[in-house]
């Protein structure tokens, strides 16, 4: 499973991002958001890719690996239209969960036969305690050997009551 993460409005979501944040901040937030995420992530799987916004940037960069955690810049548009792309060229987009508050990129997913998450139920699913392995099969109890006439009789003497005496007349 490939989760395909809208990087600001995640942040956003998370609280990683407020609207006071200055461009030369922005970078030490998105690295914060990263590294908690890579952890957060940690063995799970499934291959994470997030989209941030970079209408402004200077030049196409490649997509690139952060601790496990695949990032990809949107060059002079907004992420919501990259991963409107990257979904409509999907070639199994059952494989693809989108994670994104916004209507539009959410729609975009679905209409495509994706898989869609608000980054709350992405966040839950994040912290949530990964499944642990199914318990080992128990073994099969030895049969018993069936009791010889003596322990039988021995058994149900020790484990009947006695009769009830009759009071005396």
């Given at each position: 499973?490939t989760y395909l993460i809208d990087g600001y409005n995640l942040m956003h979501a998370v609280g990683m991002l407020g609207t006071g944040t200055r461009p030369n901040g922005l970078e030490?937030?998105?690295?914060?958001?990263?590294?908690?995420?890579?952890?957060?992530?940690?063995?799970?799987?499934?291959?994470?890719?997030?989209?941030?916004?970079?209408?402004?940037?200077?030049?196409?960069?490649?997509?690139?690996?952060?601790?496990?955690?695949?990032?990809?810049?949107?060059?002079?548009?907004?992420?919501?239209?990259?991963?409107?792309?990257?979904?409509?060229?999907?070639?199994?987009?059952?494989?693809?969960?989108?994670?994104?508050?916004?209507?539009?990129?959410?729609?975009?997913?679905?209409?495509?036969?994706?898989?869609?998450?608000?980054?709350?139920?992405?966040?839950?699913?994040?912290?949530?305690?990964?499944?642990?392995?199914?318990?080992?099969?128990?073994?099969?109890?030895?049969?018993?050997?069936?009791?010889?006439?003596?322990?039988?009789?021995?058994?149900?003497?020790?484990?009947?009551?006695?009769?009830?005496?009759?009071?005396?007349?």
């Open positions: 499973m030490a937030a998105r690295t914060r958001f990263l590294d908690w995420l890579a952890a957060a992530a940690g063995k799970r799987p499934g291959r994470l890719r997030v989209v941030f916004d970079a209408e402004k940037a200077p030049g196409r960069s490649p997509e690139a690996s952060y601790r496990g955690v695949w990032v990809r810049f949107a060059f002079r548009r907004t992420a919501d239209d990259e991963i409107e792309e990257l979904v409509a060229v999907e070639k199994r987009p059952a494989a693809v969960t989108v994670v994104s508050n916004d209507l539009r990129v959410r729609d975009a997913g679905r209409h495509r036969g994706c898989e869609v998450l608000a980054c709350e139920g992405f966040v839950d699913w994040l912290i949530a305690k990964p499944a642990a392995a199914a318990p080992p099969a128990a073994e099969e109890p030895k049969p018993l050997p069936e009791p010889t006439p003596d322990e039988m009789a021995a058994w149900l003497a020790a484990f009947t009551r006695p009769p009830k005496s009759e009071p005396p007349a």
